[in-house]
């Protein structure tokens, strides 16, 4: 194991000799020679913090499991004729409740981000996103109702159940914007660290952020704006920019479905 | 060569396994895409017959707790082969993207693809619960193979951090 010749694949931690394209054992693409960066040996503190790092990022998946059964639930409430505000809200509070738990079992992480504002760059950025995903969102969503793809319905559950205007806001906007930023960009991410790099957290966290909002359609749109709330979180160390322009954006939409807009 | 490293071989294969269902499910996405687009627009073809005699304006019965006009049920009825086109398409581009990415980053992408194809199934089963046991089969031998891939990249990414010996 110690051959300082031999390449280890990141797939499977197999020894493969050097000069190998693709690994011998998982078939995973070797990195060339030359780019081989010389890492520092590893040592038993990083051997624990490996484990604890694969023991933690369990977490997620027990959070992935929770969600498919919120969904599940969702659609027996829906199916058993439970006026859909109320499935809404139920659904909303349980993402509250998520998201205090999700915050508790990763206090220091997501308590750091908390304590920092972003400062001005943060909101200069936040100011920038905004921008980009109201032209880039506008754009992609007019072209599916020009295709003929029309949204599943929304905040006019709110007011078709005579609740007052202001609850779309509150409900439709305001708190999926926090709570799905601490529950995705803080605690997820947060998890996902620890066992995958950089890049392929912020993927990872943006692909079942898009997943959990249950449309292919709508995936690519979704996934962009994990990526966007993802990069935005990195950037600023906070998650106060990414739930501005995620609240900002969400409010957006809500306005022009509940004037009878066709945007987004 | 490989250090004498027998449970690497043994993980390393169920990560091949696991990156190979992942293109097959990209094939399988894409082979029934048209056969679904088929389906649906035999299946509304037969609803919208139904709706003919109604107004555009007429309230219909809630469906799904919400409530629709005629006119919308049948713009929705109209545009439901292409939905379903259009989203098997982007789910094959998607295990598609997927599978490339698994011969980088076995871990990362196979979390991805198990992630999609639960949901998909889930979703798939809330429209339509018939559909969970279509194809059975396949969707267990992926599923297992999945799961055991993803088990066998979050070992391999504990190993990678072990000392050498």
Known sequence: LSDPELVRCRGCAVMNPPGFRECIACGTLMPRVEQTKATPASTAADHLRGLLGAQRARGVLRLFVGLVCLVVAAAVARALAVAPAIVELVIRLTFVLLAVVCGLAARPEVGALLTRSGGWRGMVLAVGGFGVMVSVGALYFRGLGWLGFLPDGGPDVYIESGWPRWTPYLLHAAAPAVTEEVIFRGYAMARLDEVLSARESLIVQAALFALLHLGAIIFPSHFAMGLLFGALRRRTRSLYPGMLVHAGWNATITWAELAGLRFP | ?165
């Open chain 2, 1 to 165: 060569m490989s250090g004498g490293d027998d449970g690497g071989y043994e993980r390393g294969r169920r990560v091949r396994k696991a990156s190979k269902w992942v293109g097959i499910l990209a094939i399988l996405f894409a082979v029934s895409a048209p056969i679904l687009y088929e389906q649906e627009q035999t299946k509304t073809a037969s609803t919208l017959a139904a709706l003919n005699g109604i107004e555009d304006g007429q309230v219909l019965r809630p469906i799904g707790g919400r409530i629709y006009t005629a006119g919308e049920l049948r713009q929705r009825l109209e545009s439901l082969p292409r939905r379903v086109l259009a989203a098997d398409l982007i789910l094959a581009g998607l295990m598609a993207g997927l599978w490339v990415w698994a011969r980088r980053s076995p871990l990362p992408a196979i979390a991805c693809a198990l992630a999609m194809f639960v949901v998909v199934q889930v979703v798939g089963g809330i429209y339509s619960p018939a559909s969970i046991f279509e194809g059975l089969l396949v969707k267990i031998f992926a599923l297992v193979a999945l799961i055991k891939g993803l088990r066998s990249a979050l070992e391999a990414r504990a190993a990678l951090r072990t000392p050498p010996a």
